[in-house]
């Protein structure tokens, strides 16, 4: 190493740095004259070759991240779409459904009033028809001028019925007190006949 700094020495060291300068500033540029001459006869190197395939490499990944968001992007908008639309729906349904529930209820209660005053009507039916019955009971009853266990028991359960069904005007008043006063005759073959 000494007999080369002497020989560097000898030669000139202005000399020396000058062809350090000019090794470094040419060895760039024969490197890049190499891999032109490579280049224009269609030779490659092989670091060259690593480094486009890593490039490739790089692009295919970067495109199959890009597939892969543009269709969680794209599934997202579709179940996005999807999940509006359901909501759309169900709020339609809903509102169907308190519009059908509404005219329902208008529909019960029309039925209810249609019910109750047929309820109503019948009550003053079946009072007409047990008044009848009632006076006609009381004419056999007074015709005969007498009245039978049976018929005081079916006499008096029809009045309790009347009366349940609303009317009371003029059982309580005239029939009762007039059957009530007529004597009480056991048929033979009566249930009721007195044991003596």
Do not use: C
Not at 36 to 61: C, D, H, P, T
Not at 165 to 194: C, F, N, Q, T, W
């Amino acid at each position: 190493m000494l007999e080369l700094i002497d020989r560097a020495g000898a030669v000139g060291w202005g000399t020396v740095l000058v062809a350090i300068a000019l090794v470094i500033l040419l060895v760039p540029i024969a490197i890049e004259g190499w891999n032109r001459l490579l280049k224009s006869l269609g030779l490659v190197k092989k670091k060259s070759l690593q480094e486009a395939q890593r490039e490739k490499e790089i692009a295919e990944i970067y495109k199959k991240i890009g597939h892969v968001q543009d269709d969680i992007v794209g599934k997202q908008a579709e179940y996005h779409e999807q999940s509006i639309k359901i909501r759309d729906g169900l709020a339609k349904d809903q509102a169907e459904l308190r519009e059908k529930q509404q005219e329902i209820q208008a529909a019960v209660k029309d039925i209810t009033a249609m019910l109750q005053d047929y309820i109503r009507k019948d009550d003053k039916k079946t009072i007409a028809t047990f008044r009848t019955t009632l006076w006609q009971l009381h004419k056999g009853f007074m015709d005969q001028g007498y009245v039978t266990p049976d018929g005081l028991k079916t006499f008096k359960e029809l009045g309790k019925v009347y009366e349940e069904a609303g009317g009371d005007d003029i059982y309580h008043d005239k029939l009762e007190p007039e059957v009530l006063s007529l004597e009480i005759r056991y048929p033979d073959g009566s249930i009721y006949e007195m044991k003596g």
